[in-house]
């Protein structure tokens, strides 16, 4: 009989290997790993790729970001090395509205919509689909009012 306690005390050692505690608690080598285009600097042409995939006008698209960016009534805030812009809608319906009209009175006094109603031709129906673009991504109620007002003239 103690030959088979003894072999069954063998093997469930084998089968129980205790681990230390300290063991548990390292950091796996592969928690480690950190993705080359998280380090290296970026080897290809970024204005290319905007330019690729914005299409036409990105650079006046650019500009009219820019002009959101630079105003208060956009909600404009700094995280990590970029700035991001967003409406606030903990506010009530009645102020969200009153902050779209202002947001569109701030559009239309740096020029953002000059030449809507008065130039024609295809670039024209482009700016204006682009800005209705730009300002629907920031805040819908600004894309439907600019398409109310120029794209049903």
């Known amino acids: 009989m103690n030959i088979f306690r003894f072999r ?16 548990s608690l390292e950091a ?6 950190s993705p080359p285009e998280l380090s290296e ?30 105003s208060e009534l956009f909600g404009s805030k700094e995280k990590g090395s970029g700035v991001s812009v967003g409406p606030d809608y903990n506010q009530s319906m009645k102020q969200q509205r009153e902050m779209t009209m202002k947001r569109m009175l701030y559009l239309s006094g740096h020029g953002a919509f000059d030449g809507f109603l008065t130039e024609n031709g295809p670039q024209n129906d482009l700016r204006i689909a682009y800005t209705t673009e730009i300002a629907a991504q920031f805040d819908l109620a600004c894309g439907f009012m600019i398409a109310v007002q120029f794209l049903l003239w």
Request: with cysteine; net charge positive; glycine share 2%.
């Open 41 to 70: 600097p970026i080897r290809f042409d970024t204005r290319k790729m905007r330019k690729l995939l914005d299409g036409h006008n990105w650079e006046e698209r650019d500009m009219l970001y820019q002009l959101m960016i630079q």
């Open 28 to 33: 796996s080598t592969c928690l480690h790993h």
């Open 8 to 23: 069954i005390q063998v093997l469930s050692n084998h089968l129980h290997i205790p681990t230390p505690l300290s063991a």
